[in-house]
């Protein structure tokens, strides 16, 4: 494989195309059918998408439950079965004041449990639940603790309340916008979504899939490692290069001092990635390796 090829691209998705789709000009462009990104967004909505191509497809959980940010649009006194533009209405209530939003909302900070949306790509029973729902089947899903860190309101202008929002990894921004609308006593849904960041890769660094350019909007290992808080990156003595590439047992001399914490550390030889191991109790295991580029 050309390893030219093979890297992270910032995509910005826009509205009205699955995230699926949105990767059809980068595979067209690169020739690849090991392309994918590491976390969905919505048809309706926008923003960053983390895409990975070619051989470090295989980095993708490294990425899945990386912090996110977006900027979103929730309008009270209506409720679709999706929780989006796209949705039939099955619920309206009133229209809640000013006080009654900033009482709400101070609700919705920190831990707290939420239930994914009935219209969600989670599987059940070896099936997405959207699947389900499609055919009308009573959908028990168990809610499941995230993190909201920051919770800001940016404007309401009733009946849409705009909110700048950052959160942990697997949490639903269109499952927010029931919950803050059953606790007002109403009921809402998303109009508007945009991801603005995942992790420390952000939306004004992306490229629009028209606009993808093999030549410059491929990062390399390199460059987008370092970014990633999970890992911590060390370079290999020369000498013991060929030893990581063949698979030999991992011993501490390969590495140059001592790797102090335990957890995940990418190997590197220059400036290119090597292998992921694992440090667990002075004991090294190999969790990928990706040989010489």
Known sequence: MNNKKSGLVLLHKPEGVTSFHALDEIKKRLQLKKVGHTGTLDKFASGLLLVLTGKY????????????????????????????????????????????IDRVLSHFTGEIEQAPPRFSAIHLDGER???????????????????IFILKQLSYEPPDLTLYIRCSGGTYIRA??????????????????????????NLSNAVLPLKFDPEKDIIFP?????????????????????????????QKIFFPGDLEEDGTYAIFKDISLIALIEKTENKYAYRMVFGSS
Do not use: M, W
């Not at 639940?129 to 009308?136: D, F, N, Q, T």
């Open 129 to 147: 639940v959207y699947k389900k729902a499609l055919r009308g089947e009573t959908i028990r899903l168990p809610e499941r603790k995230v993190t």
């Open 57 to 100: 497809t295989r980095l993708t959980p490294l990425f899945v439950h990386l912090n996110k940010e977006y900027v979103t649009r929730i309008r009270f006194g209506i409720q679709t079965d999706t929780l989006d533009p796209e949705g039939k209405v099955v619920k309206e209530g009133h229209i809640p004041d000013p006080e009654s």
């Open 222 to 250: 390199g460059a987008f490692i370092p970014l990633l808080d999970n890992l911590k990156v060390i370079h290999i003595r020369e000498d013991y290069y060929s030893e990581i590439i063949k698979g030999a047992s991992l």
């Open 176 to 201: 927010l916008a029931r919950d803050i609308g059953n606790a007002a006593g109403s009921c809402a849904y998303l109009t508007h979504l945009t991801r603005t960041k995942v992790g420390n890769f």
